[in-house]
């Protein structure tokens, strides 16, 4: 049955807020920390009442409750963000309280939101240099504003003394931002071919339920950055402001007429003017957003933290030590060590070595892991490097053998090069061909597609996610795998995994150099895997009751639980999974449309005394022959519900507030 909580839990439940919806501030800051003690979560009593000798009872464990796959028994389900799943909490009497999850947007992009001016912002539009509109005018007489369907990394903060106008709750905001548009109205596509754009939302939070509400809507001016190239995954620094990213940096030695063809549009969309060339150094770096008091925000690029496909950063507890993912073909795992806390503006550069043993076998001894010093720099510094050389002035690179000893083999994005480094310009080599000159000094180069990274500060382990584990990281495959990565596998694994690494201090790089963190990795292994499966009766080519494809991970020291969501190519829809590190318990919490991807993940533990999921997704519909079974039932579906499938949500998790149901042991 469906009970009304009693009083002295009623503080614990701002779990899951809203009206009639409770947002995911789903556990309360007091209700981990234990209920009871102060008077709001003491009921009224008449006069006289003696007073309580049993203590009120406390919070021990969360958990979550998994719902099935979507079928097409209901395909409505499989075209839209279905939510099935609950979540239940344990108290010290052997009391528990459960609460039904759903899904609440703040947008679907292409929506006209407010702009806290009195007029409307369409939510996720692109805007060039000089933050004019960019119009798709592919087709005559429907020419538009171009609108994201991809947003990305979201982060949710509140500012000390914010104010702005509009809010009567609490001022809370989010930052997100839109990795890129998949097509234009006339059907070709446009990845990559636009400045991604990223907003700062002003959030409405009622202080009696946690729900959220858009009040404000203010894209970040990006041309101090010179503008933003494909930004994915994000985090939040310790510090308070919006980590970035830009992947698959554009290649400066690039020979592909599809990426001059891309380069060339983006920086068209850009400047507004085809004529004005690409500087590509310029990508491939890490922006940092700061919000301001009235919900406005202000850019910098980080220029040192190495030119890679930055997927998302997680800085560790000492405000200074950056562990980065790198989402490509004959990646790394990188790690950058600022000179100063909450300051990305100068450090040194590191790129790990793996030892012998490395394994996706969950059950399998965990691989050592040391460190080669890339060097050391500045932001300035490397930003006066990206606009004073030409790639030739840094390296000669040949696609076939020259012949000459005086040229490495190295492997970059899957494809054999030949390189050397211009006599005198290591340094420079290291902070803007990063990829290519930590091949060249040892690091292990071999991962595929390394994507979210997060951090759980009490067992001091890292997580990383691999989307895929193929190509590089295959023994003998001609895509890249090398012997000196130690990173071979016997054979691929589509479905990909979640990597976990031990932390520790005390640390030298492989010159005998001491390393100035306490939170430096030493080991690596295998968390969790997902599993390659024949097609079923839907077409899921990966196992839909375990992880696929993992790509945002975020951690909750206070549930102890990661969060991991997929971008799968085997997934007819991609997951939204809870996976608990004391229980190993996966729970499957949401299903994205099928052919999107599920983005955005953070996970809050407290902001006014709540906890919140943020999670976003993309390209809804993006149909591939994965999806063969399906496509013909669901496309109309997704095209109704996200505008033509040009639309995608950002939001949150939230609990209904009538599903409360009581249990006692």
Same mark, same amino acid.
């Given at each position: ?37 102060? #008077? ?41 963000? /279905? ?64 609108? !994201? ?29 839109? %990795? ?76 592909? /007429? ?174 803007? %061909? ?29 997580? !990383? ?75 899921? /080519? ?44 996966? /729970? ?8 999107? %991807? ?48 040009? #639309? ?18």
């Amino acid at each position: 049955m469906f009970d009304k909580p009693d009083a002295s839990r009623r503080k614990a439940l701002k779990l899951l807020a809203g009206a009639p919806m409770l947002p995911l501030g789903f556990v309360s800051t007091s209700l981990l920390a234990g209920c009871g003690g102060d #008077g709001d979560d003491v009921a009224s009593t008449p006069a006289g009442t003696p007073p309580a000798t049993t203590p009120a009872a406390t919070f021990t464990t969360a958990e979550f409750t998994a719902m099935p796959a979507p079928t097409l028994s209901n395909p409505a389900a499989m075209a839209t963000t /279905t939510v099935g799943s609950s979540l239940k909490v344990n108290f010290s009497d052997g009391s528990s309280q459960t609460y039904k999850l759903a899904y609440q947007p703040f947008f679907v992009t292409g929506d006209m939101v407010p702009n806290g001016a009195g007029g409307q912002i369409l939510a996720g539009g692109y805007v060039d240099i000089n933050n004019q509109p960019i119009i798709d005018a592919s087709v005559a007489g429907k020419e538009r504003q171009f609108y !994201s369907d991809s947003p990305d990394g979201t982060s949710l903060l509140k500012i000390d003394g914010a104010k702005v106008a509009g809010v009567t709750g609490n001022t809370v905001f989010a930052v997100v931002q839109f %990795e890129y548009t998949t097509r234009d109205q006339a059907g070709a596509s446009t990845y990559g071919c636009l400045p991604s754009p990223i907003a700062v939302l002003t959030l409405d939070q009622n202080p009696a339920t946690g729900k959220l509400t858009l009040v404000k809507y203010h894209n970040v001016d990006t041309s101090s950055a010179n503008g933003l190239w494909i930004t994915c995954g994000a985090s939040l620094s310790p510090w308070n402001t919006h980590l970035s990213s830009e992947e698959y940096e554009p290649d400066a030695f690039t020979t592909s /007429t599809s990426n001059l063809t891309q380069y060339a549009a983006f920086a068209k969309n850009l400047y507004g003017n085809a004529s004005i060339p690409l500087n590509p150094y310029l990508y491939g770096h890490l922006p940092e957003v700061t919000v301001n008091a009235d919900g406005t925000g202000s850019i910098k690029k980080h220029y040192c933290l190495g030119r890679i496909s930055h997927e998302l950063v997680q800085v560790m507890p000492d405000n200074r030590t950056v562990l980065m993912g790198d989402d490509a073909t004959n990646s790394g795992l990188f790690m950058f060590v600022a000179d100063k806390e909450k300051d990305l503006s100068a450090g040194t550069l590191y790129v790990a070595k793996v030892g012998a043993g490395f394994s996706i076998d969950p059950a399998a001894a965990p691989a050592p892991l040391t460190w080669v010093k890339l060097g050391h720099a500045t932001s300035a510094e490397v930003e006066a490097m990206a606009k004073s050389h030409r790639p030739t002035d840094i390296m000669d690179v040949k696609w076939a053998d020259p012949s000459d000893t005086s040229y490495t083999k190295i492997f970059s994005g899957g494809v054999a090069q030949w390189v050397k480094i211009v006599p005198g310009k290591e340094r420079v080599a290291a902070f803007l %061909e990063t990829h290519r000159y930590a091949y060249l000094m040892g690091g292990s180069m071999g991962f595929t597609k390394m994507e979210g990274t997060t951090v759980n500060i009490k067992d001091k382990v890292a997580y !990383s996610a691999l989307q895929n584990i193929v190509d590089s990281m295959v023994i003998n495959n001609a895509k890249g795998w090398n012997a000196q990565s130690n990173i071979g596998v016997p054979a691929a694994l589509n479905a990909g995994g979640v990597m976990q690494h031990k932390l520790a201090g005390g640390q030298k790089d492989t010159s005998g150099a001491a390393i100035n963190s306490e939170w430096v990795p030493v080991q690596t292994s295998a968390l969790i895997v997902g599993k390659d499966i024949a097609a079923d009766a839907l077409g899921n /080519t990966a196992d839909p009751e375990t992880i696929g494809n993992p790509d945002n991970l975020k951690f909750s020291e206070k549930l102890r639980t990661l969060f991991i969501g997929e971008d799968s190519g085997q997934h007819v829809n991609n997951f939204l999974w809870a996976y608990n590190v004391d229980t190993k318990k996966l /729970t499957r919490l949401v299903s994205m449309p099928s052919g999107a %991807e599920a983005t955005g993940l953070h996970a809050v533990d407290e902001i006014n005394g709540w906890t919140y999921i943020m999670s976003n997704f993309q390209h809804a519909g993006d149909w591939s022959s994965l999806h063969a079974k399906v496509q013909s039932t669901l496309d109309p579906l997704i095209r109704a519900n996200y505008k033509d499938r040009f #639309g995608a949500a950002v939001g949150y998790l939230t609990a209904d507030a009538t599903s409360v149901k009581t249990s006692k042991v």
